[in-house]
């Protein structure tokens, strides 16, 4: 099934007096502001959105740069893969921050949730960002980070530091669904990063994070009806504040999930996933959304994009 996206004229948040900021991009250029500026969104209208049918591709263009030029990939999945055991239980508190036990993800040898990689604009600036969901397109052998749209452009190229200091082409922006800045809080917030075949093995989808050694174990993805039915408890990734987990507290519209957590600058685009309120272990996760921006007058709360709309528009299968 083909699902159309939000447009930023038919989307209307349902919280008012929100000032929201882009969670992202860290700015690799020296010479520039580290922090965007602020997005403020004034809203007086709580009416649910509608969609207004947009033609929307079902075709993605391949990457239009070779893979092997320039970079060396025996880098990447060169060691065992780093862990992190959060000794607290899922629940047990309101929101749960971790960022000392996940600083490998700034220089990662894996690609996988949470992961910092760096995106080259093509005029000189650097901007950092973290992976989202590992999917891809079963049918042509493709294999994709579905990760937030303002985190590059079509055409520009994704790379990573590793931990040995090697830096990394891993792939490139492939499709973008960004409404800008204006409306971050209330429409499209999505791309997809196209890895080149050699890098296919040092790609992860599952999160690797235990909970008092119970690691958790990604079952698929769930929809924003889903969300809004279950209520779950729900934890963001990213490489710049760690691991952080929170309850849910609404969804704004029909792709934009607002709940308990500690964001920053440089966690845009990293994995979002919800526990499944029905597993006793604790260890059975969905992934559901991507970090898209934070809410500058509450840090305790901070917003996604499902992915659900993604998913079903290319057809796609989430990978563990």
């Not at 079902?58 to 959060?86: F, N």
């Not at 993800?105 to 650097?126: C, I, M, S």
């Not at 890098?199 to 909970?211: E, I, K, L, R, S």
């Not at 969905?286 to 992915?307: P, W």
Request: negative net charge; aromatic residues 8%.
């Amino acid at each position: 099934m083909r699902r159309t996206f939000l447009t930023s004229g038919a989307a209307l948040t349902a919280a008012a007096g929100l000032a929201l900021t882009l969670t992202a991009c860290d700015d690799g250029d020296s010479s520039a502001s580290s922090t965007p500026e602020d997005v403020v969104v004034t809203v007086t209208d709580t009416a649910s959105p509608t969609t207004t049918p947009e033609e929307q591709s079902t075709d993605l263009p391949t990457p239009t740069q070779a893979p092997s030029t320039g970079s060396d990939t025996s880098a990447l999945a060169a060691s065992s893969r780093a862990t992190a055991d959060v000794t607290e239980r899922p629940q047990n508190r309101p929101i749960i921050r971790n960022s000392e036990d996940f600083r490998f993800l700034e220089n990662p040898d894996y690609l996988e949730p949470g992961a910092r990689y760096l995106t080259d604009n093509g005029d000189g600036t650097t901007l950092s960002c973290s992976f989202g969901w590992l999917v891809g397109m079963e049918s042509e052998g493709r294999t994709f980070n579905l990760t937030a749209g303002h985190c590059g452009s079509v055409g520009d190229e994704v790379y990573v530091e590793t931990s040995s200091g090697d830096t990394v082409r891993v792939g490139q922006f492939v499709w973008q669904a960004y409404d800008g800045e204006a409306n971050i809080g209330t429409a499209n917030d999505y791309a997809l990063i196209e890895f080149y075949d050699d890098v296919a093995g040092a790609t992860v989808g599952t999160p690797d994070v235990t909970f008092d050694d119970i690691p958790v174990e990604l079952a698929g993805w769930r929809d924003a009806t889903w969300l809004e039915q279950t209520q779950p408890y729900m934890c963001r990734l990213g490489y710049r504040s760690g691991l952080s987990c929170g309850t849910f507290q609404e969804m704004t519209n029909t792709n934009t999930v607002m709940f308990d957590n500690i964001s920053d600058h440089g966690d845009s685009g990293g994995a979002i996933w919800a526990f499944d309120p029905a597993d006793p272990s604790g260890s059975k996760i969905y992934a559901v959304a991507v970090n898209s921006f934070i809410n500058e007058n509450d840090a305790t709360s901070a917003g996604g994009k499902t992915i659900d709309q993604v998913m079903e528009h290319f057809d796609m299968t989430i990978y563990s």
